[in-house]
Structure formats: C-alpha cells, structure tokens
C-alpha cells in the first residue's frame, strides 16, 4: 500500500506491519539522510474518510525512541516529501506508536504510517521544519542562477587600465548588472 524513497537509495515498498493500521519503514544509516519521500503505491486505496500520518522515529542518546509527526497523505494526496535532516535534536510529540516495543538500534531511524481518520488528521500538527521549503522553486532557482551570473562576470573583471582596445567586444560596466 505504501512506499518509501531516500535519494540515493533503492525503494523500499513492503513496510513492516506492525499493527493492523500501523506500518514501518526502516532507515538505515538515517544520519546520512537529508528527505524522505512518502507515497502511495496505487495499489490499495485508503478506505473512504481514512489518511495516514506519517512520523519519524529516531533514537536518542539513551537509545529511547522519539517519535514525530512529519504529516499525512491520503487518495487525494498520495505522495508527499519531507525534510527529516533537521529533526534529529528536536523533542518527540504524541503518537499512535507508544504501546509497541519497537526495536531501536542506533544508526536505524523508522518511518511510521499510521491510518487513521481524516478528521483525526486534520487536527495534527507535524513539526514546522519537517516541511520542505515553501519557497517557490522557481523564484529560488531564479534567485541562484542570478547570483551564479553575476559571480561568473565578476570574475573578468577589468580596470579602465588594464583594458586592451578591441573594436570588436563590448563591455557593460559591472555597476549596471547591479543596478538591474
């Protein structure tokens, strides 16, 4: 029903079921990982008014497991990507995983699916930096491919001095790249 991506990696798409509602995605080495991509294999539809949240778990220091919210999918959002890098210092919240012993080692982090109503999800708050950047792509990609051009002219750059006359090239004054 479910699967699981980490660039770089193979997909993973038979999670373990450790509950009837309730799955689990092993993440090996999870310190080398910066997003996860959650999805639906379009096989098995979630029954009609059901969602799954979706969670982190990772050890912390003393081996416990923290747990937290990253966000849901459902049929009408069947995919979703989450940046799962800055959580590992945060604090665990409430979870549907906290009666089951599962088994933690401390380079093993897990994603957890858990099916629930979509009223119930709803009111779930996931971690704010689990959210991948709301910033539109384009305007960023805009942003760095403008700061890539403005870099690679710089680096040509002459004094009036040291310019050698050739009737054939143009220059346009650094200040003028700024200013627009």
């Given amino acids: 029903m479910f699967g699981c991506l980490v660039a770089g990696r193979l997909v993973q798409a038979a999670p373990q079921q450790v509950a009837e509602d309730k799955f689990v995605f092993d993440l090996p080495d999870y310190e080398n990982i910066n997003h996860v991509v959650v999805f639906m294999l379009g096989t098995i539809p979630f029954p009609d008014g059901m969602g799954g949240s ?94 890539n051009f403005y870099n690679f002219a710089s680096s040509f750059a002459v004094t009036q001095a040291q310019m050698t006359p050739n009737p054939s090239e143009a220059f346009i004054p650094a200040n003028v790249v700024l200013k627009w």
């Avoid at 933690?104 to 708050?125: M, N, R, W």
């Fill in 54 to 147: 979706v969670y982190f778990c990772y050890p912390d220091q003393s081996g416990m497991a923290v747990w937290q919210l990253l966000g849901f999918v459902t049929n009408e959002k069947p995919s979703a990507i989450f940046k799962i890098s800055g959580l590992k210092s945060g604090k665990g919240s409430q979870h549907p995983f906290g009666a089951m012993n599962l088994p933690q080692t401390p380079t093993v982090a897990q994603i957890g699916i858990s099916v629930e109503l979509l009223e119930s999800l709803a009111q779930q708050t996931p971690v704010a930096s689990a959210a991948v950047s709301s910033v539109d792509s384009f305007t960023e990609f805009t942003q760095k491919m403008l700061d």
